[in-house]
């Protein structure tokens, strides 16, 4: 029998003469169960919110994009759609041409990114998902049409399917022929909205995407493109496909995942992550000062205790491992009853929606989004853990010590 074990069970069960020990017991697993369930609830939220943004990135970015390491644009013939298909694992290859271009309808304008796309574009996006009003239509037969960001629609108060009044587009001509009249620097091409798409606000304020035709006619270029963008088949190893990539393309151009398309918002996210999680820790470590006043109290009560087992030959290390593991059955309960709470309260979130996003008419979901890591899981316990074995630690090492010794002077005198 682990005697050690077997006592501290008892004096936690067990009734205390001072009744505020067992209240003050209560309240430290009570704190530690509501900074646990704080813990797993934040970060949960956090990762719904990174899936949110990896699931909205992922219905108009690539699974990588390729474009010159020094440069904007280059010659079709440098790099070939075709021979780029035949890399294992790669299922469309979307050849891409953008530049910025003013854009007028009726009295409004304004500077846009034009992303003139190949066929293969909306197969291997989720763009034809995120269409709110039209249809995503580049093309047919002669005719080309633009499917424009929701931002940018609305402020040129643009209708999709509005064919008696098209958008003009103004691209700058890479020469222009006479200062005197500046309206020869510009090329101007009327273009009919046939959709309009909102993503998220990095996309819908920038983008007007076009079929590559109309995007070369507009830039009046035949061969030039800034980007092929590429989708991998189900199942394929990214990390093989890009070495193939990379390979193939050789160390004039660059070659990029989707996370390092926008590098800067994961990181910010992953920062804040963690820093609301060594915020909230801080909050349990206070929380957990009760778990030293509740073993403080209960060492003064059990001073005799203390003594009587001395006496009988239990040494100082037992004594103090009794009160490590009378705060530790603080801890543990407190985290395990936090981990359960926190993990039904994500649960109830996902099915059942029970808080709502403020003003969530202007978001793409009405609750706030929750997403359960397994390894969320573990830095909290482990987290958990560690702060309740530095709270007993203290009163158990240097508690036990003095009281044996207020016992042992009591006796002299």
Known sequence: MN??????????????????????????????????????????????????????????????KITLAEGKSFRVDELSAASLRKINGVAYVTSVLEENALVRFRDKQTIVTLKGVSEDFERMTGIDSMIVDGKFQLMNADT????????????????????????????????????????????????????IFAIQQEFDAKYILVSLRFAREVLETDSSLTAIEIGLSKGADPDKVRTELERFCGKKFLVQNRYELHASIYKIMKSEKWAVFLILT?????????????????????????????????????????????????????????????????????????????????????????HLHAPDFLYVTLTVLFIGLLAAWYPAKNLVGKSLNLRAVAADE
Request: with cysteine.
């Open 3 to 64: 005697l050690p074990l077997f006592i501290a069970r008892r004096y936690f069960f067990s009734k205390k003469s001072q009744r505020a020990i067992n209240i003050i017991s209560m309240i430290s697993v009570i704190g530690v169960l509501i900074g646990t369930a704080a813990l797993v609830i934040v970060l949960s939220v956090f990762n719904g919110f990174e899936n949110l943004i990896v699931k909205l990135y992922n219905s108009f970015d690539p699974d990588f």
């Open 144 to 195: 080309d049409f633009a499917v424009m960001g929701g931002a940018i629609a609305y402020n040129l108060q643009v209708q999709p399917g509005d064919y008696l009044h098209s958008a003009e587009i103004y691209a700058p001509r890479t020469a222009a022929t006479s200062l005197l009249q500046p309206e020869e620097a510009f090329h101007r091409s009327f273009i009919p909205t046939s959709g």
């Open 282 to 370: 801080f909050i349990l470590i206070i929380a957990t000062f009760n778990v030293i006043s509740s073993l403080t109290m209960l060492v003064i009560e059990k001073k005799k205790d203390i003594a009587i087992l001395h006496s009988m030959g239990a040494g100082m290390r037992l004594l103090r491992r009794i009160f490590l593991l009378e705060g530790m059955f603080i801890t543990v309960i407190g985290a395990a009853g936090g981990l359960i709470l926190g993990l039904l309260i994500c649960f109830l979130q996902e099915h059942y929606s029970l808080v709502r996003l403020s003003g969530s008419g202007s978001f793409v979901i009405d609750a706030y989004p929750v």
